[in-house]
């Protein structure tokens, strides 16, 4: 075992794998700036070490993978004006992208609590596990944000109209949901992963891509579909509409109890997050790739850092918990393309760009 530092973010070789390990289980490994730039030194490593086979994301303690990202901080910077959003999200969403064409394996243990950032790291992976104790959410709208780390381009991939639910509602996923929502790949139930890992760190050297999941297949539940894809039907029905207020109008005229439910839980989310974010959500369908869903998401999160409904939606979230946000502008009906607009606008020399 070749053990590099044991601080926030643990990065060494075990057997054939490269193991990442989040290391903050007191806060549910949200991920910070200096996290992020450690993961970029550990693929750097693994992917030049010729015995390192699969590289393997996992997180330490029992509640969870990720809870996201250091929010409070991002709070912190917005209130003063300062520029760990557009440093932060720059790293995090160049990041994103390499993990999905990372050209070893990248096996990512979704167990517990996945959210946000956390999500950016593990479902654009070649191979993703989730457990019998997976909750999975993108719940970025009651933050006054929207779905981001390529959360537009997975949620846009999801069948039917499953991903504009999730990404409007912010609604919790277990991990057949997760699967069926097209975020992961497997279910592995929770007791069954040790003997999982184990077999992982044993691979050959070259082990392709086909190798692993014919692996992670021999451990499977089989599991593909959780209680929403029962509600599809539904769900597409509802959320098929371009504009927030048509789609409040057809769960306000369908009455049923999944529908009134549907738009309480709305009722709690920032207007104008709920506007963008369906706007992102539909542009990224004709998306041709991750990266440009990605650059999309960077200057609309530029924006969000400068707003107030993020810095009211974390403080009634996070900071003073009171989980009673002032968003402005209060309804739905009074987002207006003028408000809408600075989000999809580019930003010039601060454009996101990949090498």
């Known amino acids: ?17 490269g193991v990442i390990r989040l290391n903050r289980p007191k806060a549910i490994n949200a991920v910070t700036l200096e996290m992020f730039r450690d993961i970029e030194t550990a693929l750097d490593r693994f992917e ?7 590289i ?28 760990l959003g557009k440093v932060l ?23 517990g609590i996945v959210m946000g950032g956390g999500v950016g790291l593990s479902a654009h992976a070649s191979h993703r596990i989730v457990t019998d104790r997976t909750k999975l959410a993108m719940p970025e709208v009651g933050l006054g944000f929207f ?16 991903g504009t639910f999730f990404g409007l509602t912010g609604q919790t996923m277990n991990g057949p949901d997760a699967i069926h929502a097209k975020f992961a ?35 499977a539940t089989g599991e593909t579909a959780g209680p929403i894809a029962a509600k599809e039907p539904a769900i597409d029905a509802l959320f098929s509409f371009d504009r927030m207020e048509d789609i409040v109008a057809a769960l ?39 990266e440009e ?33 002032s968003w402005s502008p209060p309804r739905i009906e009074d987002v207006t393309p003028a408000m809408v607009a600075p989000y999809f606008a580019e930003i010039g020399a601060d454009e996101l760009k990949f090498n």
């Open 147 to 162: 779905p981001d780390v390529g959360g537009t381009y997975l949620l846009s991939r999801s069948p039917g109209e499953i």
């Open 89 to 111: 999200w720059r790293e995090e969403y160049i990041l994103n992208a390499r993990i999905k064409k990372f050209p070893k394996p990248y096996v990512a243990f979704m167990d």
């Open 252 to 290: 306000t005229r369908d009455g049923s109890e999944f529908a009134l439910a549907t738009l309480k839980t709305l009722s709690e989310k920032s207007p104008r997050g709920m506007v963008v974010t369906l706007k992102l959500l539909r542009l990224a369908r004709k998306a041709a790739s991750l």
């Open 293 to 325: 869903c990605l650059v999309r998401e960077y200057r609309a999160a530029l924006e969000v850092f400068r707003s107030d409904d993020f810095r009211e939606g974390v403080r009634a979230a996070v900071i003073d918990k009171d989980r009673n946000p």
């Open 56 to 83: 393997l994301l996992e997180g330490a303690g029992e509640r969870g993978l990720c809870a996201g990202g250091d929010i409070r901080a991002l709070w912190e910077s917005s209130k003063v004006n300062g520029d």
């Open 185 to 219: 790949d497997w279910v592995v139930s929770s007791a069954g992963w040790p003997a999982l890992r184990a077999a992982l760190t044993k691979l050959r050297q070259g082990a392709s891509a086909a190798d692993v999941g014919a692996l992670i297949e021999g451990f």
């Open 1 to 17: 075992m070749n053990a590099v530092e044991e601080g926030d973010l643990i990065a060494r070789v075990e057997g054939a794998a």
């Open 48 to 54: 030049a070490d010729p015995n390192v086979a699969v």
